[in-house]
């Protein structure tokens, strides 16, 4: 049971180009999340998804688009990169409430991004 | 909107030593409440939970109390040790989103020496 899985682990872009960050996970979650983190700031949430063809904006969804089209997986896309995108983005999913208990999110173990 | 506060830090202890970590939060109604930690390198981890007023949320010799009358749920352990090196974030789910998002604070840095 692999839990999340986020590639890649580490990442440079130059500015302007584009890249996806790729996040699956196996434990048949229907909310799936992507949050960024900086230092000083915390994590805030990116997008999220409540199931397989539905997406929303979280707090700073500017520059960053999403799709989901399984169950399974849930890529965040950057579609032209800018330095203030420098960040460590951590993926996390979450199953039914009533069976994993109030909204506890399992983490992958984050992609740390570089855009100079 | 909901929001969470947490202490600066980082918090540098000797090992055995007690811990306390303050974390304050905003909302409307009753929101679950969260400790998760962050180990070096790692993704974040629930360390604990608490869905209503007077719940105590424990695991691993940590513990903290939902207290609605100060809107707090300050983590506590008492006798730190090296492995508890790590960082750790106080979060709040409630009904302002439909509890579909997790609020985090800052994070607060504990460093903990032999």
């Known amino acids: 049971n692999a839990g999340v899985t986020q590639t890649p682990k580490f990442q440079v872009l130059k500015t302007g180009q584009s890249m996806t960050l790729q996040c699956a996970q196996d434990m048949n979650h229907e909310y799936m999340s992507w949050y960024r983190q900086d230092p000083g700031m915390g994590l805030r949430l990116i997008h999220y998804s409540v199931g397989a063809g539905i997406t929303d904006q979280g707090e700073v969804p500017n520059g960053y688009n999403v799709s989901r089209s399984t169950t399974e997986d849930f890529p965040l896309r950057l579609l032209s990169a800018a330095p203030s995108q420098t960040s460590v983005y951590f993926c996390?999913?979450?199953?039914?409430?009533?069976?994993?208990?109030?909204?506890?999110?399992?983490f992958g173990a984050g992609s740390r991004l570089t855009v100079l | 909107g909901d929001s969470v506060t947490q202490m600066e830090g980082p918090v540098t202890l000797s090992e055995e030593a007690f811990l306390t970590i303050n974390c304050t939060y905003t909302a409307t109604g009753y929101p679950s409440l969260f400790w998760y930690v962050q180990y070096p390198g790692e993704g974040l981890q629930l360390l604990l939970k608490?869905?209503?007023?007077?719940d105590k949320g424990s695991n691993k010799g940590f513990e903290a109390t939902y207290r609605k009358e100060t809107t707090s749920f300050h983590l506590e352990k008492g006798s730190v040790q090296v492995s508890d090196s790590a960082v750790y974030f106080c979060?709040?789910?409630?009904?302002?989103?439909?509890?579909?998002?997790?609020?985090f604070g800052t994070g607060t840095r504990l460093l903990v020496s032999p």
């Open positions: 608490a869905t209503k007023a007077d």
């Open positions: 979060a709040l789910s409630g009904v302002n989103t439909g509890f579909q998002k997790l609020v």
């Open positions: 996390a999913s979450r199953g039914t409430p009533k069976i994993s208990g109030a909204n506890v999110l399992t």
